[in-house]
């Protein structure tokens, strides 16, 4: 029984490059979340897929991100020219339909830094 | 708007002696869920406890129970006979619904420590 695995578990980057991070969640959840987490601060939404589709972005995630989960299995989360305040862990969840009750088991994360 | 207060940063304990993190929760909604993780240094949230709106016992886990106290909009976590690898923070979460979307919002962690 595997967890959710994200790739890479840390990334470093100069302003401006462009990064991507992979996140494969349990293989029979068909719920999948990113959330970003700063120094000090509680994960925070940024996105939700049910399947391949993605149903609910937060106002968080600007136009310089975009999120993909192709064929309803692993996602990808892309920021374009990024930001010195795009540091941040960012956490990769899925779950299966349970309502209220559903738990998210959360993967390892990637943490990036940009210089 | 939910929300999840957490008003201690930190906390120790001793080896062996229970403790008590404090979680208090704000939402109109009447039907959510509460939810208690554990992040290491590592980094991985690990899911410990969860608790419903409705349910009318407190949750228990092992080490771990909840105490759920509707009317204070409280959701307390006590591990009990700490040990030294519970030292870790601790995060509080409630999950709110938007169609099929049970995100979770996050309140900003208690760092407990477990001294031999």
């Known amino acids: 029984d595997t967890g959710v695995s994200q790739n890479p578990r840390h990334k470093i980057t100069k302003r401006g490059q462009n990064v991507t991070f992979r996140c494969d969640p349990i293989?029979?959840?068909?719920?999948l979340y990113w959330y970003r987490q700063t120094l000090g601060q509680g994960p925070e939404f940024l996105t939700y897929?049910?399947?391949?589709?993605?149903?609910?972005k937060s106002r968080l995630l600007s136009d310089r991100f975009s999120a993909e989960r192709p064929k309803g299995s692993f996602s990808t989360l892309e920021i374009q020219r990024t930001e010195q305040g795009d540091s941040a862990m960012y956490l990769c969840?899925?779950?299966?339909?349970?309502?209220?009750?559903?738990?998210?088991?959360f993967g390892p994360g990637t943490r990036l830094l940009v210089l | 708007a939910q929300k999840i207060t957490q008003t201690q940063p930190g906390m120790f304990v001793q080896e062996k002696e229970a403790v008590t993190l404090d979680c208090t929760y704000d939402?109109?909604?009447?039907?959510?869920?509460l939810f208690w993780y554990k992040q290491p240094s590592s980094g991985e949230m690990i899911f410990l406890i969860y608790?419903?709106?409705?349910?009318?016992q407190n949750a228990t886990e092992g080490r771990y129970s909840l105490n759920f106290q509707k009317a204070r909009k409280s959701a307390n976590l006590v591990i009990s006979a700490s040990q030294l690898g519970d030292s870790a923070m601790y995060f509080c979460?409630?999950?709110?619904?938007?169609?099929?979307?049970?995100?979770?919002?996050f309140g900003k962690g208690t760092l407990l420590t477990v001294n031999p």
């Open positions: 939402t109109s909604d009447p039907s959510y869920g």
């Open positions: 293989s029979e959840h068909n719920r």
């Open positions: 608790q419903g709106s409705y349910d009318q």
């Open positions: 897929f049910q399947n391949e589709a993605q149903l609910e």
């Open positions: 969840a899925s779950s299966s339909p349970g309502g209220h009750q559903e738990t998210q088991y």
């Open positions: 979460a409630m999950s709110t619904s938007g169609g099929s979307n049970y995100k979770l919002t």
